[in-house]
């Protein structure tokens, strides 16, 4: 993994490898007491790394696999208290749960299972506390300041240090691929909210979950962001209007182009998530489209 050091209180930490969407990037803030934020380094990384930091919290943005399963092995391999968003806590306590409300609409339900139990260690969290946007963690970190950033997930939460200005963002999109929304508990509106929620905020630095650290052009990424969903839906529209049918639109890709040439099972997972974003912007088209919602985005450059 790699260590920056940000500022004299915060670390950013990454994975080596972020493949197979099963790692991402997070930060050790030593405040109060030690914070980790999103420490998904990987099964073999993360049991030494908890020893040797020994954190007192242990906190997530969302409950993605790729951000959460480190959870698992904060309890017995250090003493942090582990910190869930509220609204996502039957998706970290239970299986079933989680297993039906991703992959089950998708008749994917064996298949996903069998990739989140076996190779990605799902277990039940068993300890552990909840946040909400009125939580301050006033004992913990008193300067970090939790920003409600929900669409991603159903409740992802962004994590800001106001007094140097830096963002932890978590899966805000501010990555070459841009957004994703490719479970049915994600919504396109609720991103484009959450996004231009934080293109408000004064923000010098931010430090993302799969995109590396963002120093210049903040605006304009934001601005990326809102376009690349907004290109995706002109593109789906094209096609729609050239005959062009679901499947196909889908098989060539929304999120994922060259779906072909991946291995099972990730290339029906790949499918699946086309799927998923797909959908949610079918939806959104048959509303009126993105612009109906947010004029705002169509004067954005
Ligand atoms: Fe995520």
Same mark, same amino acid.
């Given at each position: 993994?790699?260590?920056?050091?940000?500022? !004299?209180?915060?670390?950013?930490?990454?994975?080596?490898?972020?493949?197979?969407?099963?790692?991402?990037?997070?930060?050790?803030?030593?405040?109060?007491?030690? /914070?980790?934020?999103?420490?998904?380094?990987?099964?073999?990384?993360?049991? @030494? =790394?908890?020893?040797?930091?020994?954190? #007192?919290?242990?906190?997530?943005?969302?409950?993605?696999? !790729?951000?959460?399963?480190?959870?698992?092995?904060?309890?017995?391999?250090?003493?942090?208290?582990?910190?869930?968003?509220?609204? +996502?806590?039957?998706?970290?306590?239970?299986?079933?749960?989680?297993? +039906?409300?991703?992959? @089950?609409?998708?008749?994917?339900?064996?298949?996903?299972? #069998?990739?989140?139990?076996?190779? =990605?260690?799902?277990?039940?969290?068993?300890?552990?506390?909840?946040?909400?946007?009125?939580?301050?963690?006033?004992?913990?970190?008193?300067?970090?300041?939790?920003?409600?950033?929900?669409?991603?997930?159903?409740?992802?939460?962004?994590?800001?240090?106001?007094?140097?200005?830096?963002?932890?963002?978590? !899966?805000?999109? =501010?990555?070459?691929?841009?957004?994703?929304? @490719?479970?049915?508990?994600?919504?396109?509106?609720?991103?484009?909210?959450?996004?231009?929620?934080?293109?408000?905020? !004064?923000?010098?630095?931010?430090?993302?979950?799969?995109?590396?650290? =963002?120093?210049?052009?903040?605006?304009?990424?934001?601005?990326?962001?809102?376009?690349?969903?907004?290109?995706?839906? +002109?593109?789906?529209?094209?096609?729609?209007?050239?005959?062009?049918?679901?499947?196909?639109?889908?098989?060539?890709?929304?999120?994922?182009?060259?779906?072909?040439?991946?291995?099972?099972?990730?290339?029906?997972?790949?499918?699946?998530? #086309?799927?998923?974003?797909?959908?949610?912007?079918?939806?959104?088209?048959?509303?009126?489209?993105? /612009?109906?919602?947010?004029?705002?985005?169509?004067?954005?450059?």
């Amino acid at each position: 993994m790699k260590r920056t050091k940000i500022t !004299d209180n915060i670390t950013y930490v990454e994975p080596d490898s972020m493949a197979n969407f099963t790692t991402c990037a997070g930060i050790i803030v030593q405040s109060k007491k030690k /914070v980790m934020i999103d420490m998904n380094m990987g099964s073999k990384e993360i049991s @030494g =790394l908890l020893e040797k930091e020994k954190p #007192d919290a242990a906190i997530i943005t969302h409950y993605h696999l !790729d951000h959460s399963i480190w959870t698992r092995h904060v309890n017995t391999c250090s003493d942090a208290v582990v910190f869930i968003p509220e609204a +996502e806590e039957p998706y970290l306590t239970s299986l079933d749960f989680v297993i +039906e409300h991703t992959a @089950g609409p998708f008749g994917m339900s064996e298949k996903w299972k #069998d990739f989140v139990v076996k190779r =990605l260690g799902y277990e039940p969290l068993n300890e552990y506390q909840c946040y909400n946007e009125q939580t301050t963690l006033k004992d913990i970190a008193p300067e970090i300041v939790l920003v409600r950033t929900p669409g991603h997930s159903p409740s992802h939460t962004s994590f800001y240090f106001p007094d140097e200005k830096i963002l932890f963002s978590g !899966d805000m999109g =501010l990555d070459h691929f841009g957004p994703w929304y @490719g479970w049915t508990d994600c919504n396109i509106k609720q991103i484009v909210e959450s996004i231009l929620r934080l293109d408000g905020m !004064d923000i010098k630095l931010i430090l993302t979950s799969h995109g590396g650290a =963002l120093k210049k052009r903040i605006q304009s990424s934001w601005v990326n962001c809102i376009h690349q969903i907004q290109q995706r839906e +002109e593109k789906i529209i094209k096609k729609l209007e050239t005959g062009i049918s679901k499947q196909k639109i889908i098989q060539q890709g929304v999120f994922y182009s060259d779906k072909k040439k991946v291995k099972e099972p990730m290339r029906s997972f790949l499918n699946m998530w #086309d799927t998923a974003m797909y959908n949610h912007h079918e939806s959104l088209i048959n509303e009126g489209g993105l /612009v109906k919602y947010f004029p705002q985005i169509m004067g954005m450059s």
